[in-house]
């Protein structure tokens, strides 16, 4: 039962979600430096990533798990299952909070005081849901314009950099793709509780045509990444590359916009920024031993 316990727990802090999202950190950190950040304020501010979007994944858990329980996809998560109980989850997702801002005041003011900004998103986003306001995706879409922010602000003390600026865009565009991908796969319980997502004002296909809309330019944002940078060849076979295939899945879904494929989207579409992250640092890293 403990072991059962401890998979909860874990479970609840979505481990790929979370750790996917690091590339909005590590891109700009590694940008704003312009080569490897120093690996200090980097390794901090990336445990503190990880930390706050485990975070912030528990708390939304434990708002919602009186409307998970009656989601058949959701209904199986550790606390409407009873396998976690609220009280658990509320004290473990504080925790989870105050230990990532106790590392951000390790870094430079810049990053303390966007990692402050950032505390509010939870209560906003669940207050949007709850009133059912049809403009709860900009939270995410804050959190990680934030992660951005705080990437370059813990490599280099400064909020935003010429480099950074694309790799802004890119998620700008990115990030709302994403959350749409998650309404499609959720229109029908959205549906049936009177929210107002895209899916359901407009219809399925449509929001899956703002998806590819979407990933199309965010995947053009991706190259000319490396023109204004002056990336290496191992950037721009990654960027052309992981964009082309983004862009194919993303024509799949507007063909049939399901839940089903909804869900491997959903899963799939991260290893596109996962990939950028990795090809930006080894690039910086073979021209920092050339």
Request: glycine content about 6%; charged content about 15%; aromatic content about 12%.
């Amino acid at each position: 039962m403990a072991m059962k316990k401890i998979a909860g727990f874990i479970k609840l802090t979505r481990p790929y979600i979370s750790l996917s999202a690091t590339p909005f950190f590590i891109g700009p950190a590694f940008l704003s430096a312009n080569g490897i950040p120093p690996a200090r304020p980097f390794f901090i501010g990336f445990l503190a990533v990880v930390l706050a979007i485990a975070s912030a994944h528990v708390c939304n858990d434990y708002f919602d798990w009186e409307i998970d329980a009656k989601n058949p996809r959701t209904v199986r998560r550790p606390i409407p299952s009873g396998l976690i109980s609220p009280r658990e989850a509320f004290i473990f997702g504080s925790s989870l909070a105050i230990a990532a801002l106790a590392l951000t005041f390790l870094l430079n003011t810049p990053a303390i005081m966007v990692a402050l900004a950032a505390i509010s998103l939870p209560f906003i986003y669940v207050y949007l849901r709850r009133r059912k306001i049809p403009l709860a995706f900009l939270c995410p879409v804050a959190a990680v314009v934030l992660i951005i922010l705080f990437g370059s602000a813990s490599a280099t003390g400064k909020v935003i950099t010429s480099n950074a600026w694309l790799f802004l865009a890119l998620a700008l565009l990115w990030e709302p793709g994403r959350d749409f991908i998650s309404e499609i796969q959720d229109v029908a319980v959205d549906e049936a509780s009177g929210i107002l997502t895209l899916p359901v004002v407009l219809s399925p296909r449509t929001a899956a045509k703002v998806v590819l809309a979407l990933f199309l330019a965010a995947s053009i944002v991706g190259v000319l990444i490396g023109f204004q940078i002056g990336m290496g060849i191992v950037y721009f076979t990654a960027a052309s590359s992981a964009g082309s295939w983004l862009v194919f899945r993303s024509m799949g879904l507007v063909s049939e916009p399901t839940t089903k494929n909804a869900v491997k989207m959903r899963i799939r579409a991260p290893r596109y920024l996962i990939i950028m992250a990795a090809a930006i640092s080894i690039d910086f890293a073979i021209a920092s031993f050339a």
